[in-house]
Antibody, heavy 123, light 107 residues
C-alpha cells in the first residue's frame, strides 16, 4: 500500500523559511519512473503545482516561485523535503505531496496524495 | 508555463444527469491530461490519466476524451457522491499545472 504523509510547522512568520517533509511508504524513489510532487492549495482556490523530484534526482519548479523553492530527497529515509524561503501571508495554504509514476511515454498522474498539512503565514 | 482553462467554473445538475466539463490548455499537450475530483477538506483524487484511462476503482460513469488543446470529462449519470469540484491537470510539460476548477452542485 502506497502512502504519503506531510509534516511541518502549522504557523510561520513572514520572511521565515518553511521546511516541509513528505514521508512515504510502499514505493522507492530510487525506482525508475517514480516522482514526488509538492502541490499547494490556498483556501477556496485551485491546487497549484510547486515542484517535482524524480528517481534520477532531477528537479523541476513552478516558474513563478523558482527562486524561493528547493526540493530534495533522501531515498534511504523515504523522504522528500521542500523548503520555501521568504514566506508571505499569500503563501497560506494546505500543502500536499503526491506521487507520480512515469512509464515510457505514459504519465500516470498524481495517483496517491498525502492528507495535506495546513500552513498559515502570520506575524 | 502552460495555462489550463476549465469551463464552466460552476455547474448545477441533478442526480441522473449527464454532465460535461471542458479543459483547454494554452498550447498543445498531446494526450498528457489528467482529471481529479476533490471534496471539501480532502486531497484531490485522481479519476482519469492520459486523457481517457480510468484510474483503478473509479466508476465507469466517468470518462475522458479529447486531444491537443480540447479535452472533456463526462459523467454519464450523476450520483449523489459526484457533487464535488473537478480539476484538469497537464503533465506534458514537467512544469505541471492545474485548471481553475469546476464546482458541480446539486440543482
Amino acid at each position: 500500500q502506497v502512502t504519503l504523509r506531510e509534516s511541518g510547522p502549522a504557523l510561520v512568520k513572514p520572511t521565515q523559511t518553511l521546511t516541509l517533509t513528505c514521508t512515504f511508504s510502499g514505493f522507492s524513489l530510487s525506482t525508475t519512473g517514480m516522482c514526488v510532487n509538492w502541490v499547494r492549495q490556498p483556501p477556496g482556490k485551485a491546487p497549484e503545482w510547486l515542484a517535482l523530484i524524480d528517481w534520477d534526482d532531477d528537479k523541476y519548479y513552478i516558474t513563478s516561485l523558482k527562486t524561493r523553492l528547493h526540493i530534495s530527497k533522501d531515498s534511504s529515509k523515504n523522504q522528500v523535503v521542500l523548503t520555501m524561503t521568504n514566506m508571505d501571508p499569500v503563501d497560506t495554504a494546505t500543502y500536499y505531496c503526491a506521487r507520480t509514476t512515469i512509464v515510457g511515454a505514459t504519465n500516470y498522474g498524481m495517483d496517491v496524495w498525502g492528507q495535506g498539512t495546513t500552513v498559515t503565514v502570520s506575524s | 508555463d502552460i495555462q489550463m482553462t476549465q469551463s464552466p467554473s460552476s455547474l448545477s445538475a441533478s442526480v441522473g444527469d449527464r454532465v460535461t466539463i471542458t479543459c483547454r490548455p494554452s498550447q498543445s499537450i498531446s494526450t498528457y491530461l489528467n482529471w481529479y475530483q476533490q471534496n471539501p477538506g480532502k486531497a484531490p483524487k485522481l479519476l482519469i490519466y492520459a486523457v481517457s484511462s480510468l484510474q483503478s476503482g473509479v466508476p465507469s460513469r466517468f470518462s475522458g476524451s479529447g486531444s491537443v488543446t480540447d479535452f472533456t470529462l463526462t459523467i454519464s449519470s450523476l450520483q449523489p457522491e459526484d457533487f464535488a469540484t473537478y480539476y484538469c491537470q497537464q503533465s506534458y510539460s514537467t512544469l505541471y499545472s492545474f485548471g481553475q476548477g469546476t464546482k458541480l452542485e446539486i440543482k
